[in-house]
């Protein structure tokens, strides 16, 4: 049986990186996606808005607070993930490490997704 897996990928605050820069590594990102889905791993990806954009909810007492803004303050912030199936951990790290090469320098984190 397969398990899922969330590969996060951090990104540092600031603005998009130029055409020039940018065009050709999402280039290797749509091969790695499409290789994923060759494979049967691909289950579903996506980019996410700037952290500015965000807004934290927020339980307390008889009321839900909303607050503008990122949860956490930092200079990295999850820029996009990727959901995969795979056999194994060691299956899921080898797409984390595939990702985080055509992504290079950006950090990619990989985690077992939990189903209740």
């Known amino acids: ?9 951090h990104q540092p605050d600031g603005d998009t990186p130029p055409p020039e820069v940018l065009d050709p590594i999402m280039a290797n990102l749509a091969a790695l ?9 691909w289950v579903f990806a996506v980019g996410l808005h700037p952290p500015s954009t965000a807004t934290v909810l927020r339980a307390q007492d008889d009321a839900v607070l909303l607050t ?3 949860f956490a303050e930092g200079k990295e912030h999850v820029g996009g993930f990727t959901v995969i199936q795979a056999e194994d951990l060691d299956e ?5 490490r ?9 950090p990619v984190e990989v985690r077992p997704i939990a189903f209740a």
């Not at 595939?98 to 950006?106: D, F």
């Open 98 to 106: 595939r990702l985080a090469t055509v992504l290079s320098p950006l």
């Open 33 to 41: 996606n499409e290789e994923m889905r060759a494979a049967g791993a």
């Open 92 to 96: 899921a790290l080898e797409w984390g």
């Open 1 to 9: 049986m397969t398990q899922k897996y969330l590969l996060s990928i």
């Open 68 to 70: 503008d803004g990122p």
